[in-house]
């Protein structure tokens, strides 16, 4: 085990991730991307901007008491305070006090340029700026690292101030000066050289900050620890601002990997295909098939030359191996693939079916055409469990759906509303129940609960907690297939189950069944089957 | 003008590209990409492999008769003879004869590993399947270039035999040596180490073949040029096995654009963006909006807080001219929004509003309390647009809706189907009209179709070709806020619309009208207001 102080890991999806095009994150939404990072392994959160970002304010606020963080401490990002006013009276400053966090992250500029046509002050006020707005923040305990924007273009149009922005900065307090390539153009051998350059030039600790304007961020983020930088600044899944940010991801598994660092807790390695998939989830971004390591298709092989030699030796064919960081080598035409994940699944839900071939056959082969049709077992282990069941012992079955209808209609001057009608038998009685909702799903989960109540008093527990719409093949607009994830709580633990289907709100139902089901067959409720 | 021949770009697209997962082009698909491959005047095209790929075979025959090249020369792609046999007498070595290609370019193990366990063979006879190949192609006229497969981890493990690989291939007539990273796994420093010494030691014209495993392909590229290497390969949109291959167009506009070094002819580089996304086209991708260089996201700036500084000068948030690679700069209306983007964005549209302060204040407020309950406008510039002109001028209106509710139901054994009614006036008339889909939205959608296509016939031109779905606020599961974005075009080019509402049917009425009052703007309807 590392110590996390030697070398930050440090991550900004939270707040320099948001800036991607399209991408906008709820309260609840940046909570839930916290605890994955946490998982991750990461040293530092940058959560957000308080003060700038009324969203941003309420993080921190619920974080306090709604995040339980085992490796990472939160960072708020803010910038030095405005020219020509003390740190302690600008409000800004003030609110990155009231986040209440450990670390503070201060942007500062460090090129002349843009002090002089973007902050439109003089080249000492910047100084005295970073100065004054570190010195105030480490005097109130903080621990202060110092982002300075735009450092490479800086360094190129005038390396004496840049070099005198990290100096301020570090003599003012700052633990970090991160170079950050806010406009990404460029290469690594530059950055490494730049990053040598800095570090005999002032001794700073130095970290970096990438963006993928040239296709180099993490490269670019790889030269910079080779140069001698011990804190990497980086997105999950590389969301940012134009081409993005540099992916944390890869660059953790290349310094592990390649460099034989460690970076990360023990066992985190493992675990950043599930918890880049889970962030993508979050954010409501397709996964990129072809990302590095933790991509669908990042260890696939297509069949022809090489599928023989494969079988006989995968190392010839793979550069790391993809247990490594928790994917797995797909051969694209094997019948073989998806056994093993479908045992693996199996085991970790409590069912050893490696004994019952037949079975693995049999669920693999459900799983393989259901994923052709859009289902995706991988964020839905409840649907995965009950297909599991299904095919072992029968489906456990509390009710059946006779039929549903759902109305929805416009109201003059108010919101609309929706009216669902469910169908359906359970302890042998057939029941008919009408609910309403303020939308369609919601109108057909109070249907379903009203019908089944009775007989199942234990479903007033369970409470659905996500519903997550993605439409499959967007070419054909509303033609499309549509894929729904549902998330339920019973209060203890949640599960997630999944629905397809052309029709959303089928595929909603579908959905709710699931984890309908799943939850009363926690619950222990007997089941008419 | 350059000397094409005093550095190689070498395009794989057809060949080592068409590897990507999901991917298969047709003969047709593979002519319409190498006219375009021609057009960005890369100096080779590799086809395919004729005689393996019955596809290719074909490629190449049809490519005599139906490619005029203008830039490039075309390469068939093949293997070294079989071992015990002679080039000669093998039926996949006349197979490249065949094909007719002023180049040839010639797979070769220089792994010991891959030799005996893969191949199979000795490391002698390895040898000589090389200088046989080799010389067979150039005595029949032929230009040879060796792809050097697993050539750095071969150098890693015994380097002495992959540099007779290189000297084998050289002395026996190759022009060229594409030293490969075919598992995808190596970083820049050490390919540039590998590719000084393989010069150093051997004196070959050597070329660099990347993979993106290590998400370092374009960097590892740049890194062969830098330390030697005068050909390199890629394909465009980086398209290929696994994580993929380098991207050709980021290679050459960082050779361009930040190694000041001339690769392609005159006026090539402005066409780039344009030949990405037709490329994306034809092998049926969704481009990469993140996509260095030219991709949709690549100049968009989120940003209020650089706004108003990138109105003064856009340099100082832009690592290139977009121009330069045919791109442009684009502003996105975000919930930082302040005036100046609604000014930018304004003007982007056609409408120069910064003599109105009051309206854009108007505009402003209005955008900024529309993000806060859920709207996003930086994907959505028609209900943008449609806002301004509200401010301005009065929104148009091409039909008053009255009312609308949408029935879904189930059936049994079949997929759920809905039925819409939506009550409208429209041109003086009260219209009520009943429409059916696979979907509620589709339903609306058939719904408004007909009841308003005698007045405006146009709406036969538009069509909804996308439809996404975000819930804002998960924590509430079915209660939450829905978040609708739909694209529509009317065949020439296409814009998005939002909607939000507590009911997922609501927010996504509003998107589809606000769609076709903006479609129907554009075809010139005139508006009842």
């Given at each position: 085990m590392t110590d996390p102080e030697q070398f930050h890991v440090y991550d900004t999806t939270l707040r320099d991730g948001a800036q991607?095009?399209?991408?906008?994150?709820?309260?609840?939404?940046?909570?839930?991307?916290?605890?994955?990072?946490?998982?991750?392994?990461?040293?530092?959160?940058?959560?957000?901007?308080?003060?700038?970002?009324?969203?941003?304010?309420?993080?921190?606020?619920?974080?306090?008491?709604?995040?339980?963080?085992?490796?990472?401490?939160?960072?708020?990002?803010?910038?030095?305070?405005?020219?020509?006013?003390?740190?302690?009276?600008?409000?800004?400053?003030?609110?990155?006090?009231?986040?209440?966090?450990?670390?503070?992250?201060?942007?500062?500029?460090?090129?002349?340029?843009?002090?002089?046509?973007?902050?439109?002050?003089?080249?000492?006020?910047?100084?005295?700026?970073?100065?004054?707005?570190?010195?105030?923040?480490?005097?109130?305990?903080?621990?202060?690292?110092?982002?300075?924007?735009?450092?490479?273009?800086?360094?190129?149009?005038?390396?004496?101030?840049?070099?005198?922005?990290?100096?301020?900065?570090t003599e003012a307090g700052?633990?970090?000066?991160?170079?950050?390539?806010?406009?990404?153009?460029?290469?690594?051998?530059?950055?490494?050289?730049?990053?040598?350059?800095?570090?005999?030039?002032?001794?700073?600790?130095?970290?970096?900050?990438?963006?993928?304007?040239?296709?180099?961020?993490?490269?670019?983020?790889?030269?910079?620890?080779?140069?001698?930088?011990?804190?990497?600044?980086?997105?999950?899944?590389?969301?940012?601002?134009?081409?993005?940010?540099?992916?944390?991801?890869?660059?953790?598994?290349?310094?592990?990997?390649?460099?034989?660092?460690?970076?990360?807790?023990d066992g985190a390695l493992q675990e950043v295909t599930r918890i880049a998939h889970a962030v993508s989830e979050l954010t409501n971004i397709v996964p990129y098939s072809r990302q590095p390591y933790v991509g669908a298709s990042a260890f696939a092989h297509k069949a022809g030359l090489h599928a023989s030699a494969i079988k006989v030796d995968p190392d010839l064919y793979?550069?790391?191996?993809?247990?490594?960081?928790?994917?797995?080598?797909?051969?694209?035409?094997?019948?073989?693939?998806?056994?093993?994940?479908?045992?693996?699944?199996?085991?970790?839900?409590?069912?050893?079916?490696?004994?019952?071939?037949?079975?693995?056959?049999?669920?693999?082969?459900?799983?393989?055409?259901?994923?052709?049709?859009?289902?995706?077992?991988?964020?839905?282990?409840?649907?995965?469990?009950?297909?599991?069941?299904e095919e072992a012992e029968g489906r456990p079955s509390y009710f059946d759906v006779e039929s549903w209808r759902v109305i929805t209609e416009s109201r003059p001057g108010g919101d609309a509303v929706s009216e669902a009608t469910v169908k359906l038998r359970a302890g042998g009685e057939r029941v008919v129940v009408t609910g309403e909702g303020n939308g369609p799903v919601n109108a057909l989960d109070h249907a379903l609960r009203t019908a089944i109540g009775a007989l199942y008093p234990e479903i007033d527990k369970l409470e659905l907690i996500d519903f997550r719409v993605r439409i499959l093949d967007a070419a054909h607009g509303t033609d499309a297939v549509t894929r729904v994830l549902v998330e339920m709580t019973d209060g203890k633990t949640s599960w997630e189950t999944v629905g397809v289907g052309a029709n959303i709100i089928e595929a909603s139902w579908e959905a709710l069944v699931d984890a309908v089901t799943y939850g009363l067959l926690r619950q222990g409720g007997a089941a008419i089957s």
């Amino acid at each position: 085990m590392t110590d996390p102080e030697q070398f930050h890991v440090y991550d900004t999806t939270l707040r320099d991730g948001a800036q991607q095009e399209g991408l906008s994150l709820s309260v609840q939404d940046k909570l839930a991307i916290a605890g994955h990072l946490d998982e991750l392994g990461v040293g530092f959160i940058e959560g957000g901007w308080p003060g700038a970002v009324p969203k941003d304010t309420e993080f921190f606020r619920r974080a306090r008491t709604e995040l339980n963080l085992k490796n990472a401490q939160l960072a708020a990002f803010g910038a030095t305070r405005k020219a020509g006013t003390t740190a302690a009276e600008d409000p800004q400053v003030r609110a990155l006090l009231d986040a209440e966090t450990p670390v503070v992250t201060l942007v500062a500029k460090s090129h002349v340029g843009h002090v002089e046509r973007a902050l439109r002050t003089t080249l000492d006020e910047n100084l005295a700026m970073i100065a004054d707005t570190v010195g105030f923040l480490v005097a109130n305990g903080r621990r202060v690292f110092v982002d300075a924007e735009h450092f490479f273009d800086g360094y190129r149009t005038n390396p004496e101030y840049a070099l005198r922005v990290v100096r301020t900065a570090t003599e003012a307090g700052a633990d970090v000066v991160v170079l950050c390539d806010t406009n990404g153009g460029m290469l690594p051998d530059d950055v490494g050289a730049t990053v040598r350059d800095v570090l005999a030039q002032t001794g700073a600790r130095l970290g970096m900050h990438a963006h993928n304007d040239t296709g180099c961020a993490v490269a670019n983020s790889v030269a910079a620890v080779d140069a001698g930088a011990t804190h990497v600044q980086g997105t999950v899944n590389g969301t940012g601002e134009r081409t993005g940010n540099a992916d944390i991801i890869t660059i953790v598994a290349n310094l592990e990997l390649k460099r034989g660092m460690t970076v990360l807790p023990d066992g985190a390695l493992q675990e950043v295909t599930r918890i880049a998939h889970a962030v993508s989830e979050l954010t409501n971004i397709v996964p990129y098939s072809r990302q590095p390591y933790v991509g669908a298709s990042a260890f696939a092989h297509k069949a022809g030359l090489h599928a023989s030699a494969i079988k006989v030796d995968p190392d010839l064919y793979q550069h790391t191996d993809p247990a490594q960081v928790g994917n797995d080598m797909r051969l694209l035409v094997s019948d073989m693939a998806g056994r093993a994940s479908v045992e693996l699944k199996s085991r970790e839900l409590g069912y050893d079916v490696s004994g019952d071939r037949e079975l693995v056959t049999r669920v693999t082969q459900r799983v393989k055409d259901l994923e052709a049709a859009g289902y995706t077992f991988e964020a839905a282990d409840a649907s995965f469990e009950l297909l599991l069941r299904e095919e072992a012992e029968g489906r456990p079955s509390y009710f059946d759906v006779e039929s549903w209808r759902v109305i929805t209609e416009s109201r003059p001057g108010g919101d609309a509303v929706s009216e669902a009608t469910v169908k359906l038998r359970a302890g042998g009685e057939r029941v008919v129940v009408t609910g309403e909702g303020n939308g369609p799903v919601n109108a057909l989960d109070h249907a379903l609960r009203t019908a089944i109540g009775a007989l199942y008093p234990e479903i007033d527990k369970l409470e659905l907690i996500d519903f997550r719409v993605r439409i499959l093949d967007a070419a054909h607009g509303t033609d499309a297939v549509t894929r729904v994830l549902v998330e339920m709580t019973d209060g203890k633990t949640s599960w997630e189950t999944v629905g397809v289907g052309a029709n959303i709100i089928e595929a909603s139902w579908e959905a709710l069944v699931d984890a309908v089901t799943y939850g009363l067959l926690r619950q222990g409720g007997a089941a008419i089957s």
